[in-house]
């Protein structure tokens, strides 16, 4: 008898995840994400060249059963035809285009002038398609250190009819595939699984932060903007993560489903916008932004981690490269 419960508790579980999961907390219908990618197209490196990291990333997104996705285009990246070639097999695939600035600048420090001709550019230079949205992500999330900055960036973009492409879940995947890149050029083993697991559970950990940020602000759980980055990681390892986070409860819906949440339409009043939309909004409703550290966005937490979990070897060999700086 107690053999046959079992099985059909085993069998419950299996066959309704929804009630299953439904007695406590939001129903797995209500924990939804979508993926972007900023900084596509992104150049050769020393694990992929660029043609072979959208390769491998279309088809981690294809194995993951992700049918849409946004990149967020740096349009610097379209002055050669491989450049363009790459971001027309994203739009090709079924994933969306939107605009990430021309030159990747900061925009605090900028002349707005110059900072908006460059967002103006870059909508010249995206190619017209049915998979373009008219949306633009700040470049390192950065919407301007002034009020007047800010709101002359917020003016420009309505009357471009652009959205603000937020993230609601920021995280340091940057900095592992840094790691990566320098590692590999210093000639040091990597373990690839170490290595996947850690990116996994870095994105995952950020996701419930964010989440749970969300849940005590706003009362409920949204529709999340997951960042990400035209990285070698995304490429080698997206698959990997959509099914972890799957396994977590949650479904990938599309960039438009994303952004037709009533959060999109909540404009924040902080400054403080650097760790995303959540992030802005939990500020606005009192919670002090000290507390929002945690491994996924600290360097030295990520740093540990991969040292603890053994991801690069002893350096056989080393070139004093220079890391470079994404965001
Ligand atoms: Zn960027």
Known sequence: MRTILFFLVILSLLVMPSVASGQTGPSPADRRIALSFD???????PIFTGEERTAALLDSLQTAGVGTAVFFVTTRGLDTPAGRERIARYAEAGHLI?????????????????YIADIDRAEGLLPPHVQRRPWFRFPFLDEGNERELRDRLRDALDARGLMNGYVTVDNYDWYIDQRWQQ?????????RDALRRAYVDLILGA??????????????????????HENDLAAAFVDDLV????????????????????????????????????????VD????????????IEEEQIDAMLEE???FGEPLASDGGQREKSG
């Open 98 to 114: 939107a605009n990430h600035s021309h030159s990747h600048t900061w925009l605090s420090g900028t002349d707005p002038d110059a």
């Open 243 to 282: 099914i972890a986070l799957r396994v977590a409860g949650w479904t990938i819906v599309s960039p438009d489903e994303a952004y037709a949440d009533p959060i999109a339409s909540i404009v924040p009043q902080t400054l403080m916008t650097r760790q995303g939309h959540v992030g802005a909004l939990a």
């Open 39 to 45: 900084d596509a197209p992104r150049g050769d490196g």
């Open 207 to 228: 996701v419930e932060f964010y989440d749970s940020l969300a849940v005590s602000t706003l009362g409920r759980s949204p529709a999340h903007v997951l960042l990400l």
């Open 183 to 191: 590692a590999v050029r210093d000639g040091r083993p990597v373990d």
């Open 309 to 311: 979990r053994g991801v």
């Open 285 to 296: 409703a009192g919670a002090d932004p000290r507390t929002f550290s945690h491994r996924a």
